[in-house]
């Protein structure tokens, strides 16, 4: 029988669903995006000008300069996995083990490795604002974030619209800084859901590295904690600072008929994607890392 290949549309809702319920940097993602159809990169134009001068009475304006160039988004992350359920597995859960699986593979593989992916990216972006590394306790966690607003406020980045980023191993810290509580006599929250205007999205801390490894696939696979890394306490990001693209998130699926190795029901998954800093906003951006 020849291959005939499923883009299995029933599919499409369940992974952007995932990816939407558990990605935390999906907040991050552009209304409008660079076209990359039918290329691998795109162009963006930048321009600068300068300042102000003293208009002269004799001689009139001050001359200015302009420039104008062109930053180069060029996508580099090609990942994928081939996953199959035997015939018979699938059959005696009912048929639910084929969409389960898929289902726990985007959540527990491609998930994380897209958050990690990106913040590692953000982090070793030159020119963002980062602090050195350090330990955060309750009576210096706010102090850590107030400064890192005051820094982004000195350079001038948008204040409307940023979030802040925090390693899930800061939340008890973070809820302890601050003396309150929510709710009835029956339930009571102390979990800090934003800070001065800022919506708090708290990372789980294996996504929240300064670099990471993309394993290829061959002894190991996923992603780790680069061998350098620093584990990030937090991040304010500002979304327009940024640009996630994935260009091709399809799955392929292949029944159990159409399937020539084996007696199985067949998922390929393919991956190419990446994430930018615009250079002209990456002020938009402050790191606070840890020590270890």
Same mark, same amino acid.
């Given at each position: 029988?020849?291959? /005939?290949?499923?883009? =299995? ?20 993602? *552009? ?6 159809? &039918? ?16 208009? /002269? ?21 090609? $990942? ?6 035997? $015939? ?13 699986? #898929? ?10 490795? !897209? ?18 590394? =350090?330990?955060?306790?309750?009576? #210096?966690?706010? *102090? ?32 302890? =800084?601050?003396?309150? %509580?929510? &709710? /009835?006599? &029956?339930?009571? /929250? ?16 294996? $996504?929240?590295?300064?670099?990471? #490894?993309?394993?290829? &696939? ?5 992603? =780790? ?15 327009? *600072?940024? !640009? ?5 998130? !399809? ?8 399937? %020539?190795?084996?007696? *199985? ?13 615009? %250079? ?13």
């Amino acid at each position: 029988m020849a291959n /005939s290949i499923e883009y =299995a549309q029933k599919f499409l809702p369940i992974i952007d669903d995932v990816y939407k319920a558990s990605a935390v940097t999906e907040g991050l993602d *552009a209304g409008i995006k660079p076209d990359f159809s &039918g290329v691998n990169e795109v162009k963006v134009l930048k321009v600068s000008t300068t300042g102000l001068g003293d208009y /002269s009475r004799t001689t009139g304006y001050p001359q200015g300069d302009v420039t104008v160039g062109w930053e180069t988004m060029k996508l580099n992350e090609e $990942r994928g996995k081939e996953i199959s359920v035997d $015939r018979m597995d699938d059959e005696e859960t009912l048929g639910t083990a084929f969409g389960k699986v #898929t289902g726990n593979f985007m959540r527990n593989w491609v998930v994380p490795e !897209l958050d990690a992916y990106r913040f590692a990216k953000y982090a070793g972006t030159e020119d963002i604002l980062t602090t050195d590394a =350090a330990v955060l306790t309750k009576d #210096t966690v706010l *102090a850590a974030i107030d400064e890192a607003v005051k820094e982004m406020d000195a350079a001038e980045a948008p204040q409307e619209g940023r979030k802040l980023y925090v390693n899930s191993d800061l939340k008890p810290i973070l809820n302890g =800084a601050l003396t309150r %509580q929510w &709710g /009835s006599d &029956g339930t009571v /929250s102390t979990v800090l859901a934003g800070y001065n205007g800022m919506p708090i999205i708290y990372v789980p801390k294996t $996504r929240f590295y300064t670099a990471i #490894t993309l394993n290829d &696939g061959s002894s190991a696979w996923g992603y =780790a904690k680069g061998a350098e890394a620093k584990n990030i306490n937090f991040m304010i990001i500002y979304p327009e *600072a940024v !640009l996630q693209v994935k260009k091709f998130a !399809l799955p392929k699926v292949f029944t159990p008929d159409e399937n %020539q190795k084996l007696d *199985a029901w067949l998922f390929q998954f393919r991956l190419y994607h990446d994430c930018f800093v615009y %250079q002209n906003k990456a002020k938009g951006i402050y790191m606070h890392k840890s020590t270890v």
